[in-house]
């Protein structure tokens, strides 16, 4: 069974830089992995930040990027703001369907 | 505008069965892949299962084959889950999402219905 890992919690600064991954149980994600990210405030629907590693979806801003670091998908926030404290989930696709990692509660403060 | 409105969300007993619907608007419905994905209270998001376009490709989730089934009506834009032999772990809100073609991934999501499995 496929395990999809993502740091449980984070915390920023207002302002500062901080990079969320998602990784596999066995092997490395790569673009082939097609990486994509959601964000989600409680009592919402997730909301898709990022597709295909690293495209941002309309609307979203140019604070985040995604990118593969160290056979991992890593998605950078530049500049954190207040509203960006959420919950943030990777997924992946691996071949007979798609697995959500954990999820990573962001703290900003 | 795209629009993904679910429906068909309730309480129901354990061994129990319910059909969830998807109402799409705003996008050509037949020209895309829909999927299906669940959140249990307090957890993260699950996919469940997803349909081409045409209708004639479904996948499931590993855990979840045999128990529930998708489809769809393009004359209708409408995408259903139909959920079996519910336990109390399917307790969950059922997002509908539209796919972003040729990207692997989810593109806009439905509100979602509730699902409570419990006696």
């Known amino acids: 069974q496929t395990v999809v890992t993502q740091e449980p919690s984070f915390s920023v600064s207002p302002g500062g830089t901080v990079t969320l991954t998602c990784g596999l149980s066995?092997?490395?994600?790569?673009?082939?992995?097609?990486p994509s990210w959601y964000q989600q405030t409680p009592g919402q629907a997730p909301r898709t930040l990022m597709h295909s590693t690293n495209i941002r979806s309309s609307g979203v801003p140019d604070r985040f990027s995604g990118s593969i670091l160290g056979g991992k998908a890593a998605l950078t926030i530049t500049g954190a703001q207040a509203d960006d404290e959420c919950d943030y989930y990777c997924v992946l696709f691996v071949g007979s369907g798609w697995v959500f990692g954990g999820g990573t509660k962001l703290t900003v403060l | 505008e795209v629009q993904l409105v679910e429906s068909g969300g309730a309480l129901v007993q354990p061994g129990g069965s319910l059909r969830l619907s998807c109402s799409a608007s705003g996008f050509t419905f037949n020209n895309y892949f829909m999927h299906w994905v669940r959140q249990a209270p307090g957890k993260g998001p699950e996919y469940i299962s997803t349909?081409?376009?045409?209708?004639?490709?479904?996948l499931y989730a590993d855990s979840l084959k045999g128990r529930f089934t998708v489809f769809r009506d393009n004359s209708k834009n409408t995408l259903f889950l139909q959920l079996n032999s519910l336990r109390a772990e399917d307790t969950a809100i059922y997002y509908c999402?539209?796919?972003?073609?040729?990207?692997?991934?989810?593109?806009?999501w439905g509100q979602g219905t509730l699902v409570t499995v419990s006696p």
């Open positions: 066995s092997g490395s994600v790569s673009t082939t992995s097609h």
């Open positions: 999402v539209k796919d972003r073609s040729g990207t692997w991934s989810f593109d806009v």
């Open positions: 349909i081409s376009g045409n209708g004639d490709t479904t």
